[in-house]
Antibody
């Protein structure tokens, strides 16, 4: 069974960089799937952040592209997200998920982790 | 790129059927058969309910069905049950990006 688990600081200061990791178990991150990040501000809808292939190919949401960096660590079977220059509007639950690229849908999700941007 | 348009809320009584619409453009919903639907209960992660417009993942009830006409996709839930009360989000592919709808809150009366 594919399982994903997000981890990282729950509190980040304004202007700092948010860093999260998604550990994948039950499935090799090097298999033919892409891996994505999605966020959800409190009480609001879902927003796609980006998706990455184990080889390093990446696509970012154009609205976040200038601040987002995603990477994969195949040795640890995990992938990561960095979001720079954060402000209060970046406060959200951040989800990692497996993307089935042939149909472009997220079939397995992590439980999500709340990141609050505050001084 | 704008979010896909969904009604903010829909409601129905147990046993009834409801339909949630998801309107985009010819560049997203209308241009690809890559529309998916997610169910989200409070405090939980989204769950895939429909992919590629009308396909159900293994384990999802056949009470859930999807369709598309032009730039509008739809999710229909038949035989409403109390457990169906949740938020529902549509999603579509567009030019290497992924769009989500604003979400629809389903209330089972």
């Amino acid at each position: 069974q594919v399982q994903l688990q997000e981890s990282g600081p729950g509190l980040v200061k304004p202007s700092d960089t948010l860093s999260l990791t998604c550990a994948v178990s039950g499935y090799s991150i090097s298999s033919s799937n892409w891996w994505g990040w999605i966020r959800q501000p409190p009480g609001k809808g879902l927003e796609w952040i980006g998706y990455i292939y184990y080889s390093g190919s990446i696509y970012y949401n154009p609205s976040l592209k200038s601040r987002v960096t995603m990477s994969v660590d195949t040795s640890k079977n995990q992938f990561s997200l960095k979001l720079s220059s954060v402000t209060a509007v970046d406060t959200a639950v951040y989800y990692c998920a497996r993307l089935e690229i042939n149909g472009v849908y997220f079939d397995y999700w992590g439980q999500g982790t709340l990141v609050t941007v505050s001084s | 790129q704008s979010a896909l348009t969904q009604p903010a809320s829909v409601s129905g009584s147990p046993g009834q059927s409801i339909t949630i619409s998801c309107t985009g453009t010819s560049s997203d919903v209308g241009g690809y058969n890559y529309v998916s639907w997610y169910q989200q209960h409070p405090g939980k992660a989204p769950k895939l309910m429909i992919y590629e417009v009308s396909n159900r993942p293994s384990g999802v009830s056949n009470r859930f069905s999807g369709s598309k006409s032009g730039n509008t996709a739809s999710l229909t839930i038949s035989g409403l049950q109390a457990e169906d009360e949740a938020d529902y989000y549509c999603s579509s592919y567009t030019s290497s990006s992924i769009l989500f709808g604003g979400g629809t809150k389903l209330t089972v009366l």
